[in-house]
C-alpha cells in the first residue's frame, strides 16, 4: 500500500534545474535574437542618415530586404520560445520569451504598416501649387541634388507600369485629387523686405535655404530617420505665392511632400504681408 505522503511529494516533483536552465536559455536567446533585429534596423537608419551607406543599400537593400526576413525569424525563435517556456519555466522564462515576441511582432507590425501607406497614398514625390506654370529650380540646386535624383519635369506622370490604379496619370491631377490644399496664394504679396522672414521661417521649421532671390527663395528638408532629402522653391510673383516640394530620392513619399506644401501655404498665409489690391 502507498504512501499518501509520497504520492504528493511525487507531484510536486519541480521540474530539473537543467531543464529550467534550457528553458531560459533558450528564452533569453529568443529575445537576443528580437533585439538585434531591431538594433540591425536602428544601426542601419543612422549609418544612412549619416550617409556611410547609399540610399539603396540602407533603404532597400539592408531595411526592405534583409529586416522582413530577419523580423520574421526572430518572431518565429520567439513564438517557439513562449510555448516552451510556458511548459517547463513559467515563471522565469515567460517574460522574456514574451518580451521576444513583442518586439519581433512590432517590428513586423511596422512594415504592415509601411506597405498599408503604399496602397494608401499615390506613387509620387513631387507636389506643386501650380503646374500651368511649373515651378523650376536653379541650375545650382538640380547640380546639387545630382544624376541620380527624381527628375526634375514641367508635366511628370507616374509610369504606367507602377501602379494599377494611378499608372500613365499627370502628377498635376494626383495632386488635385489627393493635394488640394496644395492652391496658389493669390491673396497676398512677399516683397523684397519681407524675405528675410520667410527664410526665418522655413530655418524654424527645419529647413536648410539654399539661396534667395526676390522672386524665389529654395531650401533643403531632410528626415530624422533615413535622412530622406526634400528640396523645395518658393515662388513670389507680382500677386501669387507659388510653392513645390519634389523629393531627392525616387520613391513614393507617402504624402510626405503634400503635407510639407500644405504647411508652408499656411503659415505664409499667417505671415503679415500686404494684401493684393487691385486698381
Not at 538585434?36 to 550617409?51: C, D, P, R, S, V
Not at 507600369?161 to 489627393?178: F, Q, R, V, Y
Not at 528638408?221 to 533615413?226: E, L
Not at 505665392?241 to 510639407?260: E, F, K
Request: hydrophobic residues 45%; positive net charge; contains cysteine.
Amino acid at each position: 500500500m502507498s504512501d499518501p505522503h509520497t504520492e504528493d511529494t511525487a507531484h510536486q516533483i519541480p521540474p530539473h534545474p537543467r531543464a529550467r536552465k534550457k528553458g531560459f536559455a533558450f528564452a533569453h536567446l529568443a529575445f537576443m535574437v528580437s533585439v538585434i533585429t531591431a538594433l540591425f534596423l536602428l544601426g542601419t537608419m543612422m549609418i544612412t542618415h549619416l550617409g556611410y551607406i547609399s540610399l539603396d543599400v540602407g533603404f532597400k537593400t539592408l531595411t526592405l530586404g534583409i529586416g522582413p526576413k530577419m523580423a520574421m525569424a526572430a518572431l518565429v525563435v520567439a513564438a517557439l520560445s513562449l510555448l516552451i517556456s510556458l511548459f517547463m519555466c513559467p515563471t522565469r522564462c515567460a517574460p522574456w520569451a514574451f518580451a521576444a515576441v513583442v518586439i519581433a511582432g512590432g517590428i513586423l507590425g511596422g512594415y504592415a504598416w509601411y506597405h498599408k501607406l503604399l496602397r494608401d497614398y499615390p506613387p509620387i514625390a513631387d507636389v506643386a501649387t501650380n503646374w500651368d506654370r511649373p515651378l523650376s529650380y536653379s541650375d545650382k540646386l538640380v547640380a546639387l541634388r545630382g544624376r541620380d535624383a527624381l527628375p526634375i519635369e514641367d508635366l511628370p506622370r507616374v509610369p504606367r507600369n507602377e501602379s494599377l490604379d494611378w499608372g500613365g496619370k499627370a502628377i498635376a491631377a494626383i495632386n488635385e485629387a489627393t493635394c488640394p490644399a496644395a492652391k496658389t496664394i493669390g491673396e497676398r504679396i512677399i516683397t523684397e523686405e519681407q524675405i528675410p522672414a520667410l527664410v526665418a521661417m522655413l530655418k524654424q521649421s527645419h529647413y536648410t535655404v539654399f539661396g534667395t532671390s526676390p522672386w524665389r527663395v529654395e531650401a533643403t528638408y531632410q528626415d530624422n530617420f533615413y535622412g530622406f532629402k526634400s528640396d523645395i522653391v518658393i515662388r513670389i510673383d507680382p500677386r501669387s505665392v507659388d510653392v513645390r516640394s519634389i523629393s531627392r530620392y525616387n520613391i513614393p513619399d507617402l504624402g510626405a511632400n503634400c503635407r510639407r506644401v500644405t504647411e508652408i501655404i499656411q503659415k505664409i498665409k499667417a505671415m503679415p504681408v500686404s494684401p493684393v489690391t487691385t486698381g
